[in-house]
């Protein structure tokens, strides 16, 4: 069964980069047709989506996040990352990992999520 | 963007009870529709998707039905592990893919 675990800083200072990982386990983030999500959550908030990439490195992200929002894969390693730069306190959030099923498409698999607090 | 709406905010019910979530899009998606579970601490979990369809390993108390713009979530019978929030998904006019506000559903 594919595993998400999300990792990364839990503070991140105002005006910084945000920078967190997602590691892929139990299968190789290279198999099938599958693209790699980030979603975040805003405390007591629903759900945002921020972008995906596929294995070859083909990418979307959200309209509202897309300048300051890079995704990347290190096949390799079986991961995948998030950047976000210029933070702010809105930026605080639960971020998760998962994947997309066919890129467009619903989340499967997802990560349990990790908590980034932007703050001096 | 595509704005989903979902209701009630709350719904306070017993074990036992069957439920009905809804969500509702602004514009019409036709069955481009996932559910989704979440609780504290856990991984999210994929409920139905194509509007109707469980995935893996989803006991048959879950059903999802509707198409372009009006979906329901049914849980037949609540067991005490469902207590939780849900989240409607919309996957056809993307990006962004765009999700509610959740359900929560909390013992009566």
């Known amino acids: 069964q594919v595993q998400l675990q999300e990792s990364g800083p839990g503070l991140v200072k105002p005006s910084q980069t945000l920078s967190l990982t997602c590691t892929v386990s139990?299968?190789?983030?290279?198999?099938?047709?599958?693209?790699w999500s980030w979603v975040r959550q805003h405390p007591g908030k629903g759900l945002e989506w921020i972008g995906y990439?596929?294995?070859?490195?083909?990418?979307h992200y959200n309209p509202s996040l897309k300048s300051r929002v890079t995704i990347s894969v290190d096949k390799s390693k079986n991961l995948f990352s998030l950047t976000l730069s210029s933070v702010t306190a809105a930026d605080t959030a639960m971020y998760y990992c998962?994947?997309?099923?066919?890129?467009?498409?619903?989340?499967?698999?997802w990560g349990q999520g990790t908590l980034v607090t932007v703050s001096s | 963007e595509m704005v989903m709406t979902q209701s009630p905010a709350t719904l306070s019910v017993s074990p036992g009870e069957r439920v009905t979530l809804s969500c509702r899009a602004s514009q019409s998606v036709s069955t481009s529709l996932a559910w989704y579970q979440m609780k504290p601490g856990q991984a999210p979990r994929l409920l139905i998707f194509g509007a109707s369809t469980r995935a893996t390993g989803i006991p048959a108390r879950f059903s999802g039905s509707g198409s372009g713009t009006e979906f329901t979530l049914t849980i037949s019978s609540l067991q005490s592990e469902d207590f939780a929030v849900y989240y409607c998904q919309q996957y056809n006019n993307w990006p962004p893919y765009t999700f509610g506000q959740g359900t929560k559903l909390e013992i009566k």
């Open positions: 990439i596929s294995d070859s490195g083909t990418t």
């Open positions: 139990g299968g190789s983030i290279s198999s099938g047709n599958y693209f």
């Open positions: 998962a994947r997309d099923v066919a890129g467009g498409s619903f989340l499967d698999y």
